[in-house]
């Protein structure tokens, strides 16, 4: 019987968001207004009084969801999980929930992450869609068929829970891959507003650029397993935890995997933590048994 915390990604945001932590705990001001200093702007704020227009740019939404989270984590009395894992960015705040990363250095590698996703998105047009109602495989086959035939980019990007799996590319790879995803019996294939190509080649540059970051940031081993994006399995060695973080940008969630894998290795319960509740409804359709709930 484990518990196991996972931690939300980009999507999750809403105007107010935080408010009631900054307002309620001392502590969680003190953190938020650390947070304000570091990034070098009012991200407070935004995340309080702001609009879903103004938390939708990636230079605000990633710091402003990983700070959500992990004030969260810091105020919840047994803080101790037996594994964790997170949804993309959210992979951010589950390692600092287990100790690889402090908080301050984890919100500066969110912010360098978020501004040079920010770049690259601007450097070429991409996009990314939602396929609803078909099996992982058949994805798979139809992305790898358009990228043969028309050499777009078109590649696998989310595996959220059966039936659910986003994908990413180029405009025109997602163009063509949608009008043959609903052809072979897709509920939806609908495309998402989004910055650009998120878990794709398109990310390279983004990719390079946190290297260089995360080379320059200290790691420390997990206090429990991290169960990441990319290879879907715990891992507890800090230098393959930062090679996989590196490798994240470019690589798949393997979402439906992770949480699989985890359930494998004992998990019962899983507590999301940070706003919104996205991630409890994605594992009660990975595996209905399993107890979820959330802190926001």
Known sequence: MKHAFVFPGQGSQFPGMGKSLYENSAFAKKLFEQANEIIGFRISDVMFSGSEEDLRQTKVTQPAIFLH???AFKGIENNKP???AGHSLGEFSALVACGVLSFEDGLQLVAARAQAMQKACELQPSSMAAVLGLEDEKVETICAEVHQETGEVVVPANYNCPGQLVISGSVKGIEVACERLKAAGAKRAMVLPVGGAF???FMLAAQEELRGAIERTTFYNPTC???QNVVAKAVVAKDEIKKNLID???GAV????SIRSMITDGASHFTEIGPGKVLQGL???IDKTTQVDGVN
């Not at 393997?254 to 995997?257: G, L, P």
């Open 225 to 227: 397993s991290v169960y």
């Open 199 to 201: 878990h794709s080649p």
């Open 82 to 84: 037996d594994m964790v």
């Open 254 to 257: 393997r979402w439906t995997q």
């Open 283 to 285: 594992i009660q359709k």
């Open 69 to 71: 989270s992990v004030i």
């Open 248 to 250: 994240q940008l470019t």
